[in-house]
């Protein structure tokens, strides 16, 4: 039967820890950041010990299952690790934008830059990172990013919004929403909604919308994880053309809660992205969990009057998040289920083309060199372009600048742009 009781954690947080917010959805938890000293987090083999014999269940019971979990209350730490072939991007991401302002609107000297939410987003891209996470309700969450003996920290209590760098020794205050009635499923301004990313709630909930008539679900098995008795759902794309192998979600038996993610691609090798709790607790944390007081020297940004200066500054043609999103939004896909291809039409020059890299001499020689290393020259009845690839993603940039992104094949890229002409 399954194990209902929670496992028992450290929590480890009091005093100068930093927050982040987000809401509870109705496939998992809310999730916010909370920061700890490596040294204090003994990781566990996720899938410690023998596979627990638990009652059967269908694939659509246990879909089901995750969709009515409604826990709201949990703390525990979280392995992320990331490979999806893409190359070190050192310091990118960080930029006023962090804060509800136009994106890397650069107001903020570089020490607040460093505590922007999106310099830290950037970083979760690629390697292993170590989260500590903890939530009660869409009012409290709190998440910690712990690397390299430092760490960062997002914490939301009510209205209050902070982001912590302790490397630079900065902190960030925001003012969440003010009107919650209006505003009770969004995420606080100058917090990005793509960190609840991170957890293997948010992206369970994120595959399991994406199942459908091209997807097979199944029951493949139990597993132990973070000590709870879990069963594993096995997700796998039924087209052809689609670079993703298998998404395997471990879900807690007692509470449907999913408790790790692991997407493996079609090429094969490790996994491209393993999300997953290493110890979790389902118990209502400390308050003192979600209080942050800045440490003593450290330097304090006011988020909102760097983000009004920001507006000023840039005036009525500084991009807001919200016209930001209307125009992702509004781009054409093309295909459907695992083989959507988003589409961004150029209308000028794009890359630069196979005539202008013969006539290009000097710097115009190392960029052709450059290009070559990164992308495969490619034509088709749409022209000619490059196609840039990682393991899970690619992407068609023709020569007139028209975009091809999704993933899938280079073959299915082609034939796209092909079919699009």
């Known amino acids: ?22 809401k509870a959805v109705r496939y998992g938890v809310p999730v916010a950041v909370a920061g700890v000293s490596a040294a204090m987090i003994g990781l566990v083999p996720a899938f410690a010990g023998s596979a627990p014999d638990l009652p059967k269940i269908s694939a659509q019971d246990l879909i089901a299952k995750v969709a009515k979990s409604d826990v709201q209350q949990l703390s525990g730490t979280v392995r992320v690790t990331t490979d999806l072939g893409l190359p070190s991007l050192p310091g990118a991401g960080g930029g006023a934008g962090g804060f509800g302002g136009a994106p890397d609107d650069g107001a903020q000297g570089g020490d ?13 891209a690629s390697g292993a990172h170590t989260l500590r996470v903890a939530a009660d309700g869409p009012e409290k969450q709190r998440v910690s990013v712990v690397d390299k003996a430092a760490e960062y920290s997002l914490v939301h209590n009510g209205k209050d919004v902070w982001a912590y760098d302790s490397g630079s020794n900065t902190a960030v205050h925001s003012s969440a929403p003010g009107d919650r009635s209006a505003k009770q499923h969004r995420a606080p301004e100058g917090l990005p909604k793509d960190l609840k990313t991170a957890t293997p709630q948010d992206l369970a909930k994120q595959a399991l919308e994406a199942a459908g008539d091209t997807t097979s679900v199944t029951v493949d098995g139990t597993a132990k994880v973070a000590g709870r008795d879990a069963y594993q759902l096995l997700i796998k ?62 330097k304090v940004v006011n988020g909102d009057k760097e983000r009004a200066t920001a507006q000023r500054e840039h005036g009525k043609d500084a991009p807001s998040r919200e016209h930001l999103a209307k125009e992702v939004d509004g ?29 290009a001499k000097g710097a115009g020689g190392d960029v052709g060199k450059f290009l070559d290393s990164i992308g495969d020259k490619v034509n088709g009845k749409f022209g000619s372009g490059r196609v840039f690839s990682t393991r899970l993603v690619n992407a068609l940039i023709t020569d ?22």
């Open 400 to 421: 007139n600048g028209t975009v091809y992104v999704g993933a899938v094949d280079k073959q299915t890229l082609i034939n796209a742009a092909n079919a699009a002409k």
């Open 331 to 359: 781009m054409d896909v093309i295909g459907k289920g695992w083989t959507s291809i988003a589409t961004i039409k150029g209308d000028g020059p794009g890359l630069p083309s196979g005539k202008d890299m013969e006539k």
């Open 1 to 22: 039967m399954p194990r209902n009781e929670p496992t028992e954690v450290t929590d480890g947080w009091g005093g100068e820890r930093s927050p982040k917010r987000r």
């Open 237 to 298: 794309p039924k087209q052809a053309g689609s670079t993703v192998g298998s998404i395997r979600v471990a879900v807690d038996a007692a509470n449907g809660v999913p408790l790790k993610f692991t997407l493996t691609p079609k090429s094969g090798g490790a996994a491209a992205v393993d999300v997953g709790f290493t110890n979790v607790d389902f118990a209502k944390p400390a308050a003192s969990t979600f209080s942050f007081t800045p440490p003593k020297g450290a």
């Open 112 to 124: 607040a830059a460093s505590a922007a939410p999106q310099k830290k987003l950037m970083e979760l």
